[in-house]
């Protein structure tokens, strides 16, 4: 170790774990930097790649990392990002950052279309669909509120599914075969209204983030519009945008 001496009572790996800190703190590694890997760190430090990985395991449980499977250890952002370029879910979102993602289904049912919703989904006014409200949770920390509104074939039989312990995107893909393809978003700021603030345990009138997402199976086909709420300090919404250059 370069910044303790042996006789420094603190385990190995917590000496470890504080001078990494120490980079991220100090800037020197950035949210989205790969860092070295368990050998690299056990070579540059003169410790074990155990001692290493247990270093690494504390900040990733700490938040300070994330994992990508056979991709490496990566400094986390500070707050939860939501891909605006791939089309994901909330689901996969979480779990990108090392993090559990739960849902708790507030409401699910089959309602006629109202004209706002039949718009968005392209299909009659008074058409039944299924309209799904949920909870979704980081680690047991409330997080945003979804409210969703589906038609496709046989979309009531969702009203049966286990919401709960499953993606809707995934269920949409394995169970009922639908391929999503594309979706729009639209992104406004706001406050929390008294029914959220209660849900996602905020102060009445807290910044937030609205979204407004249409879900598309294939170019001209909705199956999903989704209102959603994420609470304002804990989200952060990514684009990566490039000049003069075509993006496929
Ligand atoms: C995002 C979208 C929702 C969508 C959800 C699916 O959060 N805003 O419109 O329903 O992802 O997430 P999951 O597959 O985890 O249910």
Not at 55 to 71: D, H
Request: charged share 25%; hydrophobic share 35%.
């Amino acid at each position: 170790m370069h910044h303790h001496s042996h006789k420094s009572p603190l385990p190995r790996y917590y000496q470890l774990k504080e001078i990494m800190r120490e980079k991220i703190i100090s800037g020197a590694w950035k949210p989205g930097d790969l860092i070295p890997s368990e050998r690299e760190l056990g070579e540059q430090y003169g410790i074990s790649r155990m001692t290493a990985r247990q270093a690494i395991t504390e900040l990733v449980n700490e938040g300070m990392f994330y994992r990508e499977q056979g991709k490496g250890t990566f400094v986390s952002r500070h707050k939860i990002t939501q891909q605006l370029i791939r089309l994901t879910g909330f689901t996969e979102d979480i779990s990108a950052r090392g993090q559990a993602p739960a849902t708790r289904v507030l409401n699910v049912t089959m309602i006629p279309a109202d004209e706002n919703v039949a718009e968005h989904l392209r299909i009659r006014v008074g058409l039944p669909v299924l309209r799904l409200q949920r909870l979704r949770l980081a680690d047991d920390e409330p997080l945003a509120v979804e409210r969703s509104h589906l038609y496709f074939i046989g979309c009531e039989q969702l009203v049966d599914d286990d919401l709960e312990h499953q993606s809707l995107y995934r269920l949409l893909e394995a169970k009922y075969g639908i391929q999503l393809i594309q979706a729009e978003q639209e992104l406004e700021a706001g406050l929390t209204n008294e029914e959220d603030s209660k849900l996602l345990h905020l102060p009445i009138g807290s910044p937030a983030l609205y979204t407004r997402r249409t879900t598309y199976t294939n170019r001209d086909q909705p199956i999903e519009y989704a209102r959603s709420i994420y609470s304002g300090s804990k989200y952060t919404f990514y684009t990566h945008m490039m000049r003069n250059q075509l993006v496929l």
